[in-house]
Nanobody, 125 residues
């Protein structure tokens, strides 16, 4: 069974940067992949997604211009580079795979059938 493992979360000051990584365990990630996040007391929201080739990406309006999603298929890994972090970016970040989608991606969580365990990102001074 496909397993996704996130890493790279932590505590960072406002304006700082973090890079999240998500790697698969034993399976090739030939699918559309996404990052979601959930803050305490809030619903899970889509942050960014990327198609299987990396040619198509989408971003939530709240992170456009600050976050960049990328993937390295040879390493079965997807990344989320987060710059200009704000306190409102504080959340648990989840990696997800949509094994039925390849050439495009959407930021709807019901599309994704495999999820990682999450990594905490805290933005605070």
């Amino acid at each position: 069974q496909l397993q996704l493992v996130e890493s790279g979360g932590g505590l960072v000051q406002p304006g700082g940067s973090l890079r999240l990584s998500c790697a698969s365990s034993g399976f090739t990630l030939d699918y559309s992949l996404a990052w979601f996040r959930q803050a305490p007391g809030k619903e899970r929201e889509g942050v960014s997604c990327i198609s299987s080739s990396g040619a198509s990406t989408n971003y939530a309006d709240s992170v456009k211009g600050r976050f960049t999603i990328s993937r390295e298929n040879a390493k079965n890994t997807v990344y989320l580079q987060m710059n200009g972090l704000k306190p409102e970016d504080t959340a648990v970040y989840y990696c997800a795979a949509d094994t039925a989608m390849f050439g495009r991606c959407v930021l709807r969580d019901e599309e994704y059938d495999y999820w990682g365990q999450g990594t905490q990102v805290t933005v605070s001074s």
